[in-house]
């Protein structure tokens, strides 16, 4: 049987997330709906990251196997075709029997966005986290530098889970972009990035694989450091700490987006 | 009775419209049940332009008077504090006993979004209509031209409207943006658009006042044209028949946005 590999990008907000669920309509759920009406059986879909309900993906990836040959152009067609205009196939190719979008992965990028101005434009609200009051991006970046390497990241895994271990490799942890700390609340909505900066604070991690919740933990912390609450060194103790407890809150989903997902040469990556 | 004048951004797509309505949520309503909230008791509110279902906002203007006074900044707090995200006051400052949003206004601009790719990114669905198939954005460039000056436009008017004259003055008529008629359906999400050029075309008109779904019936004959359906002079021809039935199909509500009204100098511009 073929199996293939699929890029996609959502909209995650009108979702419960990626996973298919009892209740509610999952992105896995509705690209599975979509697959088993193009192959007319079930299909299992497997993804590389389970994005939580509202977190958002530019360029997640799925696999699955079908009974019928399709090429990978009129796949894309296809599916498209069938799922919500909040959900869209990039690209699709063929993957070997033994590729898992998960277990092959070599690296993944998530990308967390914070308004950080004193009204959030209408246009940001389902895209960023409102932070309002100050933040110091200068001392978040010297903070989020302390993550690069491979540590144990207890600190930042939602309570509850559960994993062989806790340890993984983060290789870039940096604020990107830093518009003015504004206090106007003007915005010029959509296709307005070019001509004005916002007060968007970017912030972008890869690392070889992260815990439940580990991305919106860090930010979370974060922001306790760009508030002025914590100092920069505060960073590398919560990581030394391995408890959950000192952390940061977790920031809300809506600012999270899986960026993507990098494999062996073999593999190109996609995203 | 004091009297205020407030400029607003909203996202239209999950409101009836401008206008309040016996069935649906339209943002006059929301709003007039925060300003009741505030006042305690019924406030009318009058805006400058009632836009349609679909239809966003970055600088609409609206009026309207308290029994108890407050100071500007309070009342943009309250009401934002009793607004939904998708829905802000960007400001607000005393008007005249005179001042009427519409009747008042010198000058509106309108903006309509276009995505010319293969496949619509899942950030953009909201706020731009999806073409597919490319579009010759010098060529409505010229036709966009064809429109500056005072002319009869009831070629661009709804069916079944009623005004004293479909006779408008047009100060600007232009595409300003046009990204690379892309054939890849790859996109970077928001925030994305400082790095890759996207294939968004942009038309943007500004007139001293506008008929019912002008903008609309404008911008799809406009993509009669980028699609090569019909030459630029065909523009010229359908204004001078000011028949609706010569003009193309009215595009749909998601790309367009009320960009700002201007007033006279005592009225110094908002948005």
Redesign the interface.
Known sequence: MPGYRITL???GTDYVGWQRQANGVSIQGLIEDALRALDERDVTLHGAGRTDAGV?A?GQVASFTLHRALPCDAL?RAL?ARLP???????ADEAPADFHPRFSAREKTY?Y?IWNGD???????R??W?VSGALDAGAMQAAAALLVGRHDFAAFQSTGSDVATTEREIVASAIV?AGPPSRT???????A??RAPEP?I?YEVTGTGFLRHMVRAIVGTLVEVGRGRQPIEWMGRVLASRDRAIAGPTAPPEGL?LVGVTYGESLAANP
């Open positions: 990008a959502y909209d958002h530019l894309v498209n205009a909040a959900i869209r196939v990039l690209s990308r966005r009204a959030i434009s209408p246009f940001e609200c895209y960023a409102h972009t609340i003007r915005f010029g909505g959509p296709g990035a070019e968007l970017i987006f």
